[in-house]
């Protein structure tokens, strides 16, 4: 059974950083692009970040050079360190597979991130 | 970016109606558009991909049109779990981009 599983969500201050982590089971991760895709709440969904299975990675402008995606295939892990985070960044976090289709076939629980004095 | 405006905003039906979800596009995305539902607490769950193919474990209720820029999601007729947020997504153009979403309710 394929398990996506996002940790390291909580209360941050403007400016601050947090690390989030995404465990992956049930399936062969290094075969597969993942991605981190985030909900304000209430909100609609916005795509944030990527990496492929080569490593190369895509970010949504409003992040771009403070978040930094990464995977250890070893760990079957995937994480999305975050720096410099603002008011705006509040959200829940949620890893995604892409699937063979390119389409999100599976999606973690998600991991609440609040950025807040 | 490409916009996904999603139609209606809220849409209220009774458990067995047709329901009738609206994505249009603000250019063209081909047949790259999938639709998601979305349960309160939950995370999104795929429906639809390239526009009109059903997901691995998805009922016959749900189905896809559309090309360009229109697309439609109807479902059939609705059961208890479909009551629930509907999200449309493109990835025919960089970002990928997901529609404001329709929330279905219970009349």
């Known amino acids: 059974e394929v398990q996506l599983v996002e940790s390291g969500g909580g209360l941050v201050q403007p400016g601050g950083s947090l690390r989030l982590s995404c465990a992956a089971s049930?399936?062969?991760?290094?075969?597969?692009?993942m991605h981190w895709v985030r909900q304000a709440t209430g909100k609609g969904l916005e795509w944030v970040s990527a990496?492929?299975?080569?490593?190369?990675?895509y970010y949504i402008g409003s992040v771009k050079g403070r978040f930094t995606i990464s995977r250890e295939n070893a760990k079957n892990s995937l994480y999305l360190q975050m720096n410099s985070l603002k008011a705006g960044d509040t959200a829940i976090y949620y890893c995604a597979r892409w699937s063979s289709s390119r389409w999100y076939d599976y999606w973690g629980q998600g991991t609440l991130v609040t950025v807040s004095s | 970016d490409t916009f996904l405006t999603q139609s209606p905003a809220t849409l209220s039906l009774s458990p067995g109606e047709r329901a009738t979800l609206s994505c249009r596009a603000s250019q063209s995305v081909s047949s790259s558009l999938a639709w998601y539902r979305q349960k309160p607490g939950q995370a999104p769950r795929l429906l639809i991909y390239?526009?009109?193919n059903r997901a691995t474990g998805i009922p016959a209720r749900f189905s896809g049109s559309g090309s360009g820029t229109d697309f439609t999601l109807t479902i059939s007729s609705l059961e208890p779990e479909d009551f629930a947020v509907y999200y449309c997504?493109?990835?025919?153009?960089?970002?990928?981009?997901f529609g404001q979403g329709t929330k279905l309710e219970i009349k």
């Open positions: 049930g399936f062969t991760f290094s075969s597969y692009d």
């Open positions: 390239d526009a009109s």
């Open positions: 990496i492929g299975v080569g490593g190369d990675t």
């Open positions: 997504q493109q990835r025919s153009n960089w970002p990928e981009t």
